[in-house]
């Protein structure tokens, strides 16, 4: 299994529809990212956590609202989808990126590819 | 604030042509790490490289090598003998401090044609 899960992997929708995208992950990880990938545009950070009662807003958090559930919870939404939010959706996780052993590393979900027509 | 430039969009090679794919970063820091992931046509990211603002010592990992110079704020990715499973886009990225979340360049989409 995947150390960090993403559900759905695929979702169309309509404009104006809630969306809610999940990520659970077992690598013990504090910190837990939602990115944003776009043709030509690379991976732009939406949300982060560092940790269950951190939340932070990344370069484009407009139209989106995360929760961190738990240590390996954490959701990202769209409450009323629009189409230019049509976008492949990663979340990741990291440790701290100082110390011995600690890389700062994303690890990522294998993406979710949203649609909103 | 911190930027990462990859001024190179795409890039096609023959197989077996070394290719530099350039990595510019901008940052106030002098703490601060650099990385390299790799997004193969099958869409995951994949972790290649780390290395932090103090080690300017060049890494080679097979035929994927890394020079890093602080002096240009450079930290280009080479590819000697590339093949065509090397065909994917590839991502340089910035942390300040370690401790900031990852900004990404926009990516170089790299072609083999063998």
């Known amino acids: 299994d995947a150390d960090v899960t993403q559900t759905p992997r695929n979702r169309i929708t309509k404009t104006g529809k809630r969306i809610m995208l999940e990520c659970s992950q077992t690598?013990?990880?504090?910190?837990m990212y939602w990115y944003r990938q776009d043709p030509g545009l690379g991976l732009r950070l939406i949300y982060y956590?560092?940790?269950?009662?951190?939340?932070n807003k990344g370069e484009i958090s407009d139209g989106y609202s995360v929760s961190r559930q738990a240590q390996a919870k954490f959701s990202l939404s769209l409450e009323s989808a629009i189409p230019n939010q049509t976008a492949l959706y990663f979340c990741?996780?990291?440790?701290?990126?100082?110390?011995?052993?600690?890389?700062?590393?994303?690890?990522f979900g294998e993406g979710s590819r949203l649609t909103v027509l | 604030a911190q930027k990462v430039t990859q001024a190179q969009t795409e890039i096609s090679v023959v197989e077996k042509e070394d290719v530099t794919l350039d990595c510019v970063y901008e940052?106030?820091?002098?703490?601060?790490?650099l990385f390299w992931y790799k997004q193969p046509p099958s869409g995951e990211l994949v972790f290649l490289i780390r290395?932090?603002?103090?080690?300017?010592q060049n890494e080679i990992s097979g035929r994927y090598s890394w020079n890093f110079q602080k002096s240009t704020s450079s930290f280009n990715f080479t590819i000697t003998a590339s093949q065509v499973v090397d065909s994917a886009v590839y991502f340089c990225?910035?942390?300040?401090?370690?401790?900031?979340?990852?900004?990404f360049g926009k990516g170089t989409r790299l072609s083999v044609i063998a």
């Open positions: 990741a996780t990291s440790d701290l990126g100082t110390g011995v052993a600690r890389t700062g590393e994303l690890f």
């Open positions: 690598k013990g990880h504090d910190r």
């Open positions: 956590s560092f940790d269950v009662k951190d939340i």
């Open positions: 940052t106030r820091d002098t703490t601060y790490y």
């Open positions: 290395r932090n603002s103090f080690d300017e």
């Open positions: 990225a910035l942390s300040e401090s370690g401790n900031t979340p990852l900004v």
